[in-house]
């Protein structure tokens, strides 16, 4: 299953959701990839990874649809182990930034669907994190998954935000994905005494909006995690955030 995680909305733990996500989905005994389409690469750093083979990132592999090669590398030589057992990660990079006019104007917005499709018997899931902008990448990314996660953070933009990016997914799965389904609202950051984010929630369910029944709380342990560079089913595999992030990994296993 491939699955990526997007809003237009920035700061709603997209980054933070796709890494533990996929490192519950490692942990859990499934071969797992982790690709970072953002070019802050966050991901690519809370699961420190570093020192890789010199053209190995996500943008490496995108430029060599642009550029002759007589044997072009597999997507295969672009994935490479983190410290979680059974979780690869295509590794972000700030280069996607200079490449993407050109693979815009030369048409390469199938090109991850394609790498993505030689991957499907190595990889039972596949988490594709997203920059806040709906750009090539995450076009692509759209074009490629088969589930896509929108995490909120239950305020009012959020809310209105929503309505805008399920008709562009719409319009995205009409034209170029037919298989692309909203598969889940992530209510992120969700604080249980405040009135507000229950409001909002209760409202986006009764409208239809495929909110998942678990919330992610609001916790100093995520940015523990940040720091440590750990997800947090390594760093604490019993705290409650932990948990919930579980909780919500086996909802969507279930599909």
Do not use: W
Not at 9 to 33: D, E, H
Not at 213 to 231: L, W
Not at 240 to 250: D, G, M, P, R, W
């Amino acid at each position: 299953m491939i699955r990526v995680l997007f809003n237009k909305k920035g700061g709603v733990g997209k980054s933070s959701l796709a890494v533990n996500l996929a490192a519950i989905s490692a942990s859990q005994g499934y071969r797992t990839l982790l690709i970072d389409l953002d070019t802050q690469c966050n991901s690519t750093a809370y699961l420190n990874v570093t020192d890789l083979p010199k053209d190995s990132s996500i943008a490496d592999l995108f430029e060599q649809t642009i550029t002759f090669h007589l044997h072009r590398r597999p997507a295969s030589d672009f994935c490479h182990a983190t410290q979680v057992e059974n979780l690869d990660i295509i590794a972000g990079s700030e280069r996607l930034t200079e490449l993407e006019s050109e693979l815009d104007s030369r048409h390469k917005i199938y090109k991850l669907r394609e790498a993505l499709e030689s991957l499907k018997d190595t990889y039972q899931h596949i988490f594709i994190d997203t920059a806040p902008a709906l750009n090539f990448y995450s076009m692509s990314a759209l074009i490629a998954a088969q589930r896509c996660l929108i995490p909120i953070d239950c305020d009012d933009f959020a809310r209105q935000g929503l309505y805008s990016l399920q008709q562009k997914i719409a319009e995205i799965k009409e034209d170029h994905n037919e298989s692309l389904e909203i598969e889940g609202i992530i209510a992120n950051q969700y604080m249980t005494n405040a009135n507000l984010p229950k409001q909002i929630v209760n409202e986006l369910i009764a409208e239809g909006f495929p909110v998942l029944s678990e919330y992610i709380g609001q916790s100093v342990k995520m940015r523990e995690s940040h720091q440590a560079k750990k997800p947090l089913i390594l760093l604490a595999p019993k705290h409650k955030l932990t948990q919930s992030l579980i909780a919500i990994f086996e909802l969507l296993d279930k599909n």
